[in-house]
């Protein structure tokens, strides 16, 4: 890496880290969108990384036999590594409100929804051109998860050279399908990185 990148990366991390301070204090959706997309650009972004998968699988089954404790202890690693993961303050909302810690319960959940919002801020889906902006695989996962859909589908799709992730998504309810189009060139900018 040449001194001039060295330098953007440094920048970035500085930006990211002044957004997550603001963030912090106040987790509103064009904070929230705005953090996201700094994410992307910082020296911690591994969008193929296992870690945010292998902790919330724990936290997952953390919460499956109720232990609270447990489920606090993998949703404080998982939001140190990645704070943006919905998996993370997904876990941290449900544990926080089971452990009778309202206040960290309802702070989690504001993030969560922020979080949400910031996607849907980056457009509705429907076409490449309205693509939802995403930061990881898991992210798309878990974005189509907390609305009740499930993935039948997955397929990517180049449009006007920008590569997106075309999702086949069901809603169980009525066994509706559509698809979703969700931009993935930041994670395909960044590749797999040690």
Request: glycine letters at 4%; charged letters at 20%.
């Amino acid at each position: 890496m040449s001194a001039t990148q060295r330098a953007q990366q440094d920048a970035a991390d500085q930006h990211y880290q002044l957004l997550l301070s603001e963030v912090q204090q106040a987790p509103e959706p064009r904070r929230l969108a705005s953090l996201r997309q700094a994410y992307t650009k910082t020296s911690a972004y591994r969008p193929y990384s296992m870690v945010e998968r292998a902790l919330s699988s724990l936290m997952f089954e953390a919460i499956a036999k109720k232990d609270w404790q447990q489920c606090l202890s993998h949703t404080t690693k998982l939001l140190a590594e990645q704070f943006i993961s919905l998996n993370g303050h997904y876990g941290a909302m449900v544990c926080q409100f089971e452990s009778g810690n309202t206040e960290q319960g309802e702070y989690h959940q504001e993030v969560l929804d922020g979080l949400m919002a910031a996607i849907w801020q980056s457009g509705d889906g429907k076409t490449p051109e309205t693509a939802f902006f995403c930061t990881s695989t898991t992210e798309l996962y878990t974005f189509i998860n907390l609305h009740g859909f499930n993935a039948k589908a997955q397929a990517l799709v180049w449009h006007q050279e920008q590569p997106f992730d075309l999702m086949t998504i069901v809603n169980p309810r009525d066994e509706h399908e559509f698809n979703w189009y969700f931009n993935i060139s930041a994670q395909m900018a960044r590749g797999i990185v040690e």
